[in-house]
């Protein structure tokens, strides 16, 4: 079992940048993968970034490429979602996810096991 808590949102300027923090209970925190998602009112929950046990690989999603870093602290059960050149479009509610590695789910939320209560990011124009 894994709980999940999610903080960092909140409002900011195009441009602007925040960091996501996703709080991980639980003593087998580095056997999951974790993922971050967003939903946007009307849409569906769409994939962000993932990251594997070891923190070597990392995966994005085309729209935010080269704008978001996802890392991981093992020794602190703690993902991240750093989030640089934000757009409005960005804006949504960010959900923390964990599945375990030995699934192959990178982008299908489906393949997730765990979910935080999510935090909002409100991006202006």
């Known amino acids: 079992q894994v709980q999940l808590v999610e903080s960092g949102g909140g409002l900011v300027q195009a441009g602007g940048s925040l960091r996501l923090s996703c709080a991980a209970s639980g003593r087998t925190f580095i056997s999951y993968a974790m993922g971050w998602f967003r939903q946007a009112p009307g849409k569906e929950r769409e994939f962000v970034a993932a990251?594997?046990?070891?923190?070597?690989?990392?995966y994005y999603a085309d729209s935010v490429k080269g704008r978001f870093t996802i890392s991981r602290d093992n020794a602190k059960n703690m993902v991240y979602l750093q989030m640089n050149s934000l757009k409005p479009e960005d804006t949504a509610v960010y959900y923390c996810?964990?599945?375990?590695?030995?699934?192959?789910?990178?982008?299908?939320?489906?393949?997730?096991?765990?979910w935080g209560q999510g935090t909002q990011v409100t991006v202006s124009s």
């Open positions: 990251i594997l046990w070891s923190g070597s690989n990392t």
């Open positions: 996810a964990a599945r375990p590695s030995s699934r192959n789910t990178i982008v299908s939320s489906t393949g997730y096991d765990y």
